[in-house]
């Protein structure tokens, strides 16, 4: 890694916002969130469908993303999307380490791995099959549950998944009103899943 690859690189990026981690297992942890332009999972439920185009956002240089997030607190930093692993992130968490951030990754895990992180949330998609390189790295798994056939999907990662992945179900918020109740019942029957809510949204905070 050198200083010219790390001036090289530029990434779209939707945004960057101070706030709370909601989900997972790092629910209530505050985080800073740099959001990276584009998706091409095409989830029908996706609540951040301006994501997807990755030229509708502009691009910056790790040193730009830097400075941004250098004026908060926190030293953990979630990157999130989009599916932020569309890009090589080897270069912008090799310059975020060496500052000394806790790295997060948020991903579908549709693309081949990369960077080094802290922690790695997998949430798979029916729309789009994963790269086999998340199952012996992703902290834990993190499945969307928008109605019962969510519960099979979710299963059918667990046998690949490493010994130390933890496991959540997570209703998707348009049907959490109908769904909470039942992840709750699955939950007790197969105790080796945890619930995750989106409790940013219940906060009402991005
Ligand atoms: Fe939206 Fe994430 Fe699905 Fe992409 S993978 S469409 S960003 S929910």
Redesign the pocket.
């Known amino acids: 890694m050198n200083q010219t690859s790390t001036i090289a690189q530029k990434l779209p990026v939707m945004e960057m916002f101070y706030s709370i981690q909601g989900e997972g297992f790092h629910s209530g942890k505050p985080a800073i969130f740099v959001r990276l332009g584009g ?1 091409d ?3 029908h439920w ?4 301006e ?2 185009n990755e030229k509708d956002h502009p691009y910056l240089s790790i040193s730009e993303i830097i400075d941004e997030i250098s004026q908060y607190p926190s030293k953990t930093i979630i990157v999130t ?3 932020p692993l569309m890009y090589s992130l080897d270069d912008l968490t090799f310059e975020l380490k060496q500052k000394g951030y806790q790295l997060h990754l948020e991903t ?1 895990g549709v693309y081949t791995m990369s960077g080094q992180w802290d922690w790695i949330t997998f ?1 798979p ?1 029916k ?1 789009k099959k994963p790269d086999q390189s998340i199952f012996a790295v992703a902290s834990e798994l993190k499945a969307i549950v928008v109605n019962k056939s969510d519960f099979k999907f979710a299963e059918s990662f667990v046998n690949s998944l490493n010994d130390d992945c933890i496991q959540y179900l997570q209703p998707e918020w348009s049907k959490s009103e109908q769904m909470t109740a039942v992840i709750v019942e699955y939950i007790k029957a197969h105790p080796e899943w945890n619930i995750s809510l989106q409790t940013h949204k219940y906060l009402n905070i991005p």
């Open positions: 998706c999972v095409g989830c996706c609540d951040v469908k994501s997807w999307g989009g599916e579908s949430s998609k729309f």
